[in-house]
């Protein structure tokens, strides 16, 4: 249904990747769909030299490389989508620019009919974060924003991450942006919120009664999360380095997969009755402490390897990249929930570059049964009466996006014998249609004013602060424990022998 209101959306960055891969394929997504209203026009702000010609080509080839639904070069629906898209040149710093913006937005306006006071802009922000502040200072001085109250046309202003490099900079970044705009008008993204499969952990839990029961320290064991990523830094050395996979993967994505997983129901799905029971359960995180950091994290950097037969070179070769530089590009953590839930069931945590293949997944390792009374096979012999591998239920977020229910099951035959087998549902077979990206479902949320998947303020302070207990602890090492990894393996050995051993003694407990 396509309730949005005719918008004009400006994305600041518009010469990036991001923007080329993943914003104009979402958008021309959209506007394929019908999702969006009639009317909705793009506009490019860059600091390149660009007539809006030479940019409409440019989302043409970008559209024709990285669309889902892939278009042929020259389609009547692509020369549609691209006459509805402009350009502006500009310099973030220089409030010319921004004026020049505005009247191009005006102008926009006038040619669709829309009253000057009625124009609604979704800005985004697909700029280095260096520049965030400065353009809402200068969207703010240039007279871009509407008043909050106003019911006639809203503005509003989605970030890209990284909200700051720490706690510190995160508030001081918070702070300067709501100078100038109401909380109603920011929409930190997140794009794994934004996932099908992402969204579907809360469906799972929340939509069905058989799990939620089992959903606690009486029943599971522990909950293992797994981002494993088969690309190295992709031509992004000079950003990556100065963040690192804590910084990069878990600050945001991972503990927002953590937040899904063990947070209590919310009591509707609002958008601060969700947001609120995710901060609640991010609070209840105690901060790793700086004599705890070597025993609750491993970190590892890669060397070179082969990943599906290319030859990957060592993280220290890539462009941008330090010689001497000690950023890690692998991380595995153990956390604790301190509430009524989760008390001494551990979390594990572990993200990595350049692994041996992509895989997200959520393992929830259930309790052992109390008594051993079956035998069971290992490796096609019986060897008798000995613990079953635990029942695991496992969340697929990609790729293959599914859900697996391993149990153990009699092999037929006159024994006793019993074989772990999975029952598995995947999205493909049972949907068969491919998931919307996430930026699709993000942007369109963000055009009908729906902030249940964005993030609020203090959901990013409090996933901070447990990130910044790991980066004091690092940086009070006198000698960086730093792990190699070759690349095109699931990561240092050292993360392996940690979290098995780790989980071998919360048993014997
Ligand atoms: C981004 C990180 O936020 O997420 C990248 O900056 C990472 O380093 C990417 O590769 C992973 O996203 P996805 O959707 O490919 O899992």
């Known amino acids: 249904m396509n309730k949005s209101k005719p918008t004009t959306i400006v994305i600041f960055g518009a010469s990036g990747d991001l923007t080329r891969r993943k914003l104009i ?3 021309y997504q959209l506007v394929l769909e019908g999702l969006l209203a009639k009317g909705t026009r793009i506009v490019g702000f860059a600091r390149r030299e660009k007539s809006h010609e030479q940019f409409r080509v440019e989302i043409e080839e970008a559209l024709v490389e990285f669309a889902r639904s892939k278009p042929n070069a020259g389609a009547a629906e692509l020369k549609l989508f691209s006459s509805s898209c402009y350009y502006q040149t500009g310099s973030y710093d220089n409030s010319k620019s921004f ?3 505005k009247e191009l937005l005006e102008k926009i306006d006038e040619e669709q009919g829309i009253p000057s006071d009625r124009g609604n802009r979704l800005f985004y922000l697909a700029t280095p974060p260096t520049v965030f502040s400065g353009v809402i200072a200068m969207l703010g001085q240039t007279g871009h924003i509407a008043d909050p109250n106003d019911e006639k046309r809203w503005t509003r202003v989605i970030i890209e991450k990284p909200f700051g490099r720490d706690l510190e900079t995160a508030c001081a970044l918070n702070k300067s942006i709501l100078s100038i705009l109401d909380e109603r008008q920011v929409y930190r993204i997140d794009h794994y919120l934004g996932k099908e499969t992402v969204q579907n952990i809360m469906a799972f839990r929340f939509g069905n009664s058989i799990f939620e029961p089992l959903w606690n320290r009486r029943y599971v064991s522990h909950v293992h999360i797994t981002v494993a990523e088969a690309v190295c830094v992709e031509g992004r050395g000079s950003y990556y380095d100065n963040s690192g996979a804590l910084r990069d993967m878990v600050q945001n994505h991972m503990l927002q997969l953590l937040a899904l997983v063990a947070m209590e129901p919310p009591a509707s799905f ?3 009755a969700v947001r609120d029971e995710k901060v609640k359960l991010l609070s209840a995180i105690p901060p790793i ?3 705890e950091v070597n025993e609750c994290s491993i970190r590892g950097q890669y060397a070179a390897g082969t ?9 220290l070769r890539e462009n941008g990249v330090h010689p001497d530089s000690v950023t890690e590009t692998f991380v595995a953590l153990k956390l604790h929930v301190d509430n009524w839930r989760w008390a001494g069931v551990p979390f594990y945590l572990r993200t990595g570059k350049a692994l041996e293949e992509r895989l997200t997944e959520v393992n929830i390792e259930f309790r052992q049964p109390p008594l051993t009374l079956f035998s069971h096979i290992k490796n096609g012999d019986d060897i008798g009466r000995s613990r079953m591998k635990p029942n695991m239920l496992s969340l697929r977020v990609q790729p293959n996006e599914g859900i697996r229910l391993s149990i153990g099951m009699k092999v037929p035959g006159p024994k006793m014998i019993l074989e772990p087998e999975d029952l598995e549902f995947c999205y493909a077979d049972v949907f068969g249609v491919e998931s919307p990206g996430a930026y699709e479902r993000l942007i369109l949320d963000a055009i009908l004013g729906d902030t249940t998947l964005f993030i609020r303020q203090d959901e990013v302070e409090a996933a901070w602060r447990l990130v910044n207990g790991v980066l004091d602890g690092w940086a009070s090492e006198e000698v ?5 990894y070759r690349a095109g393996t699931w990561g240092p050995y050292a993360a392996d022998e940690f979290i098995t051993n780790d989980i071998k003694k919360s048993k014997a407990l």
């Open 480 to 484: 960086p424990h730093i792990h190699l």
């Open 307 to 315: 990943i599906d037969g290319k030859l990957i070179p060592d993280y």
């Open 25 to 27: 394929p979402a958008l």
């Open 289 to 291: 402490k700086l004599n």
């Open 99 to 101: 004026h020049d913006l």
């Open 270 to 272: 609002a958008p601060n």
